[in-house]
């Protein structure tokens, strides 16, 4: 007894004092250091931008509202018109968007409610942007002793109120925090040279970002704007060295922290995110396509709770979670639309978090961590677009049509394209990820006859192609000299993978001076793959989560050899099911015992739990 107390003793030493080990500037010291368990427990978090851009709370339909200074930095049109409403435009931009404060009072913001709205949720921690991009501080910080929420605007401490009520609720509280900013004389970023930022790092960044860390104590770190300077003028490894020895274990970082960054947990924004378990990762969005409120938006931009919960399922079987944003408005409120779909999500957690919470991916991996299958199933699905006149498409947080997912589709657009004038013709293909541009000789464009498909499609072959990877858009066009009323029957073939959707299609007719899209009657078709079913695990229990409503029998396919004994339940529901399993590994459910009223209790996504499968 006395030596395994010993021993007891000794290894809880041992554990202590490993938490409690400093951590060295450098990035192999930093990565030495195991993330807290509690963030990839957590899944679901909170993003807050709130700020001087909510009052005119405006960018284009799918911009975002929290860059409304940047706007006004290049003169763009639409935010010079929504800024006349509030200020004189002739005057300096700082002193233009300053005249914000005037007009932001906050006087509805009860941030209790805000914190108890967030818990109800289903969120385990809270992720407030103290200062973006145009430097302006929620919290009285004594590097910015006027241009802060204490001194103007609603002289209130934001992060200070907020961080105390998110903590009353029992979730943990993190900070954004912008690294450069676009109103610091040290440094306007964007505008001056980024090589010249060391002097606003050293004298007013480190100094800042240090003020507001000691005060709060923040479990999260969510640093940003970051892509146009190094990792080392930002002082990264010593600053997030810094943060880690004086919060302790339970603290956790980003990845955004300038060039050759090589810590923090991974942030794909307005993604279908990304597979990985070997790093913790949390995509961030925000339920429309705005982080800062836009009153631009349409409400087609707007996830619906049952798009909501199926991508944040997707998420989580990939390894991830969902840093979700709310914008509230100028006075404090947080728009119906976003208190709506959070509690939806609240709702669906409550009935299903522990598929959710604490959770594993369900995948095959080889022995160096790599993912080789995460299991979940697909249906191919095909739709037409509507007509157009023309291809040039730039989707930003967006996908052709409403259903698609954001990344992983491709499109094939087929159109007659005539000839004007005799001439030489430049054609011209360009795209993010790959396209590829087909035409048929006069002879065979004038026989073709069909409807769009593949079938009728089928002889193109790719004679213009387009790869990001590729230098000067190699092989990305062609020349062609046609006659006037010559028609060529074209076929454009766009492969999108993850991030923003670009391509264009275009033509010039002076020699390349001037290129602009080729006109046609262009019909084109969308495929992608849609999630059907996808799997998490804790323990030895499995969970499968179904996006289509059962019916009275269930068959599950891609499933382990149960064991005997092994339980299935349809959470939220009561009654144990009975199941059995096939030659082939599938997994017939008998649903029946389920009645129509808890079925019906039941929305969006799906649960079963396999006892003892794993």
Request: aromatic share 12%; proline share 5%.
């Amino acid at each position: 007894m006395k030596k395994g107390l010993l021993f007891y003793i000794m290894a809880l030493v041992a554990i202590v004092a490993g938490r409690s080990q400093t951590v060295e500037p450098t990035w192999e010291s930093l990565n030495q250091r195991s993330y807290p368990q509690w963030f990839s427990d957590a899944k679901l978090g909170i993003f807050v931008h709130w700020g001087l851009y909510s009052v005119p709370a405006y960018a284009s339909t799918e911009g975002y509202a929290e860059w409304f200074y940047r706007g006004l930095m290049v003169g763009d049109s639409g935010r010079q018109a929504v800024m006349s409403l509030y200020a004189d435009t002739t005057q300096a931009v700082f002193d233009q968007y300053a005249a914000l404060a005037d007009h932001w009072h906050a006087e509805l913001w009860r941030p209790d409610q805000w914190a108890n709205l967030f818990r109800r949720s289903g969120a385990r921690y809270v992720l407030l942007v103290t200062k973006h991009h145009d430097g302006y501080c929620l919290w009285d910080s004594p590097l910015q002793p006027t241009w802060n929420s204490t001194m103007s605007g609603p002289r209130r401490n934001i992060v200070e109120e907020l961080t105390a009520a998110v903590r009353n609720e029992g979730l943990r509280m993190g900070f954004y925090y912008s690294l450069p900013e676009w109103t610091n004389p040290r440094h306007i970023w964007m505008r001056d040279a980024d090589d010249s930022i060391a002097d606003y790092v050293d004298n007013y960044m480190v100094p800042q970002f240090k003020e507001l860390v000691r005060r709060f104590r923040p479990d999260v770190i969510f640093s940003d704007g970051d892509w146009q300077n190094t990792a080392e003028q930002f002082h990264a490894e010593e600053l997030i060295s810094w943060y880690y020895n004086l919060v302790g274990p339970d603290a956790v970082v980003n990845n955004r922290w300038g060039r050759g960054t090589a810590h923090g947990f991974l942030t794909p924004e307005y993604s279908q995110g990304i597979v990985d378990v070997t790093t913790p990762w949390a995509e961030c969005r925000g339920v429309g396509r705005s982080f800062g409120f836009n009153r631009n938006e349409d409400v087609e931009n707007f996830l619906t709770d049952r798009q909501l919960i199926q991508h944040f399922c997707e998420l989580v079987s990939a390894g991830g979670g969902l840093t979700l944003n709310v914008g509230p408005m100028a006075d404090g409120t947080i728009p119906f639309i976003q208190q709506e779909r959070l509690l939806a999500l609240g709702r669906w957690l409550e009935v299903n978090g522990e598929a959710i919470y604490g959770t594993t991916p369900y995948v095959d991996a080889d022995c160096h961590g790599n993912v080789i299958s995460n299991h979940t199933v697909y249906s191919r699905t095909t739709a037409s677009l509507p007509d157009a006149s023309a291809i040039g498409y730039d989707w930003v947080r967006n996908a052709p049509l409403k259903q698609m997912p954001v990344d992983h589709f491709s499109i094939r657009w087929v159109g007659m394209v005539e000839a004007p004038a005799d001439g030489d013709y430049i054609f011209r293909i360009e795209a993010n990820d790959e396209a590829t541009v087909s035409y048929l000789t006069p002879e065979a464009s004038a026989e073709w006859v069909g409807e769009l498909g593949d079938e009728a499609l089928s002889g193109f072959e790719p004679q213009m192609q387009y790869h990001h990877s590729w230098a000067e858009n190699d092989g990305a066009q062609r020349t062609l000299h046609l006659h006037k009323g010559e028609r060529r029957l074209f076929c454009v073939d766009y492969r999108e993978k993850d991030l923003e959707a670009t391509v264009h299609f275009t033509w010039s007719r002076d020699g390349g001076k001037r290129f602009e899209p080729v006109p046609a009657a262009w019909k084109g078709k969308a495929t992608w793959e849609r999630t059907m079913r996808c799997f998490t695990r804790k323990g030895s229990d499995l969970y499968v989560i179904e996006f289509e409503r059962p019916g009275r029998q269930l068959t599950l396919g891609d499933l382990p050899r149960l064991k005997k004994g092994t339980t299935i339940q349809l959470l939220g529901t009561t009654a144990e099911l009975k199941w059995k399993q096939q030659k082939d590994g599938s997994v017939v459910v008998d649903l029946s015992p389920v009645s129509a009223a808890e079925m019906n209790r039941l929305e969006h996504a799906w649960v079963f739990k396999i006892g003892g499968a794993l």
